[in-house]
C-alpha cells in the first residue's frame, strides 16, 4: 500500500504544479458561495487521467462546519459501469466574494479551481485550473448553445484547444 499511496502523491502534486507559469485567468468578482452550492453537470471537460472514461459526471458541493466546502465528485466509467467518486474539500484561495478556490482530493496538495464564467442565475459555470483543465457545468444536463458557445469562445480566447474538449455524456 505504502508504494500506491507515493505514487497516488506523486501524481497529484504534478497535476497541481502543471498550471505554474500559466495565463492568469481572472476569476469572477461578487461571488456567493450559498448560490454556488449544490448539484452541477460537467458538460464540457478537458482530458484528464482522473476522469478517463466517464459518464454522467457530477460535482456537488456543500458547506462543512468549518467553513469549508465539501467537494464531491461522481462518474460512471464507461467501461465497467462502476460508479467512481471523490470527496475533496474546498477553501477560499483569498477574498470570499472572488470565485477563486482552492480545492484538495489529496492530503495538502491545493489546486486552482477559478470560476472565470457565471451567470447571474448560477445555472452555468466555466471552472479553470490550467491549460490543462478547464470545466463547463451546468445546472441541468444539457446546457443552452448560446451559453455553451459563449463559453467555448472564452476558452479559445485564452488560448485553450477547445478541440482536446470532450463532451460529457449525461
Same mark, same amino acid.
Given at each position: 500500500m505504502g508504494k500506491i499511496s507515493n505514487v497516488i502523491g506523486i501524481?497529484?502534486?504534478?497535476?497541481f504544479c502543471l498550471g505554474k507559469g500559466e495565463i492568469k485567468m481572472e476569476s469572477i468578482h461578487d461571488f456567493e458561495l450559498a448560490k454556488y452550492l449544490g448539484l452541477? %453537470?460537467?458538460?464540457a471537460r478537458l482530458p484528464a487521467s482522473f476522469e478517463k472514461n466517464l459518464t454522467n459526471v457530477t460535482a456537488t458541493y456543500s458547506l462543512k462546519e468549518n467553513g469549508t466546502v465539501k467537494v464531491e465528485n461522481q462518474g460512471t466509467d464507461s467501461k465497467t459501469n462502476a460508479v467512481k467518486k471523490a470527496t475533496g474539500k474546498a477553501k477560499f484561495a483569498g477574498n470570499p466574494t472572488i470565485g477563486y478556490l482552492k480545492v484538495?482530493?489529496?492530503g495538502p496538495? =491545493?489546486?486552482? %479551481?477559478k470560476i472565470i464564467q457565471l451567470d447571474k442565475d =448560477?445555472? %452555468?459555470a466555466l471552472v479553470y485550473s490550467s491549460k490543462k483543465y478547464a470545466w463547463i457545468l451546468s445546472r441541468e444536463k444539457t446546457m443552452e448553445k448560446e451559453i455553451l458557445d459563449q463559453y467555448l469562445n472564452s476558452l479559445k480566447e485564452f488560448g485553450i484547444d477547445t478541440t482536446k474538449l470532450i463532451f460529457s455524456q449525461q
Amino acid at each position: 500500500m505504502g508504494k500506491i499511496s507515493n505514487v497516488i502523491g506523486i501524481f497529484v502534486l504534478a497535476l497541481f504544479c502543471l498550471g505554474k507559469g500559466e495565463i492568469k485567468m481572472e476569476s469572477i468578482h461578487d461571488f456567493e458561495l450559498a448560490k454556488y452550492l449544490g448539484l452541477w %453537470y460537467e458538460i464540457a471537460r478537458l482530458p484528464a487521467s482522473f476522469e478517463k472514461n466517464l459518464t454522467n459526471v457530477t460535482a456537488t458541493y456543500s458547506l462543512k462546519e468549518n467553513g469549508t466546502v465539501k467537494v464531491e465528485n461522481q462518474g460512471t466509467d464507461s467501461k465497467t459501469n462502476a460508479v467512481k467518486k471523490a470527496t475533496g474539500k474546498a477553501k477560499f484561495a483569498g477574498n470570499p466574494t472572488i470565485g477563486y478556490l482552492k480545492v484538495s482530493f489529496f492530503g495538502p496538495f =491545493y489546486g486552482d %479551481y477559478k470560476i472565470i464564467q457565471l451567470d447571474k442565475d =448560477y445555472k %452555468y459555470a466555466l471552472v479553470y485550473s490550467s491549460k490543462k483543465y478547464a470545466w463547463i457545468l451546468s445546472r441541468e444536463k444539457t446546457m443552452e448553445k448560446e451559453i455553451l458557445d459563449q463559453y467555448l469562445n472564452s476558452l479559445k480566447e485564452f488560448g485553450i484547444d477547445t478541440t482536446k474538449l470532450i463532451f460529457s455524456q449525461q
